[in-house]
């Protein structure tokens, strides 16, 4: 699976978008770009995955580059609740087997 | 439906004692992990069940680890003569496996805190 980099740490208002980027210069074509989150003293929550199109659902955004080397996670209106290590993990598609977990990144929202 | 649940959610033990932690996985699915997340450290892979396949036992750290999943449901992880290195919160993940099709996403449990005195 490709590697990912992600900034160790930002900060977001309350009510106000967050956008968490991550870079996976060395994706591959057929490796999906997924993300966690784990909110303190709990187990990591699925968020969303994408492949190449832009995706929604109720928690959040993904938006993926033309050339897939990046992606950025949007959660649209930040609350309190929303603080949390963010870890984006790519994947090849059908693979099996256990997640790696990189640093992530440790959003902070403030009041 | 109901998620991952795990048991207990907090264990204190002395060293060189026995502890089993129990993960029931979300129904139907086949393919069962365990995690460990030592404090302000990463998540690390453990041990993968899936089906009635051979489990990949590749992350376990000693041979006093060990796992079983009975039934291809419930699955017991076995800490045998526990040291204070194994401090730690144990996570247990499920999936659909094999049946995912392209993309096989893993739900967690709350896991389970392990402190051993």
């Known amino acids: 699976d490709a590697k990912t980099t992600q900034p160790p740490s930002m900060d977001c208002a309350e009510g106000r978008a967050a956008n968490l980027p991550c870079n996976h210069s060395?994706?591959?074509?057929?490796?999906?770009v997924y993300w966690y989150r784990q909110i303190h003293s709990q187990g990591p929550q699925y968020i969303i995955h994408g492949l190449k199109n832009n995706e929604t659902n109720e928690m959040a955004s993904l938006i993926i580059t033309e050339d897939r080397k990046s992606s950025t996670l949007i959660l649209p209106h930040a609350t309190l609740r929303d603080t949390a290590v963010y870890y984006c993990?790519?994947?090849?598609?059908?693979?099996?087997?256990?997640?790696?977990f990189g640093k992530g990144t440790k959003l902070s929202v403030k009041p | 439906g109901a998620g991952v649940s795990q048991s207990p959610s907090n264990k204190v033990t002395e060293k060189g004692k026995d502890v089993e932690l129990r993960c029931d996985p979300i129904?139907?699915?086949?393919?069962l992990y365990w995690y460990r997340q030592s404090l302000g450290q990463g998540l690390e892979f453990l041990i993968y069940?899936?089906?009635?396949?051979?489990?990949?036992k590749s992350g376990l750290p000693s041979d006093r680890f060990s796992a079983e999943r009975t039934g291809g449901s419930v699955s017991t992880l076995t800490i045998q003569r526990t040291q204070q290195e194994d401090s730690a919160v144990y996570l247990c993940?499920?999936?659909?496996?094999?049946?995912?099709?392209?993309?096989?996403?893993?739900?967690f449990g709350p896991g389970t805190r392990l402190t051993v005195l």
């Open positions: 129904s139907g699915h086949t393919a």
């Open positions: 993990i790519v994947r090849v598609r059908g693979s099996q087997g256990n997640l790696i």
């Open positions: 993940a499920s999936s659909r496996g094999l049946l995912a099709g392209y993309t096989d996403t893993q739900y």
């Open positions: 060395t994706i591959s074509g057929n490796e999906y």
């Open positions: 069940f899936q089906g009635n396949s051979a489990p990949d």
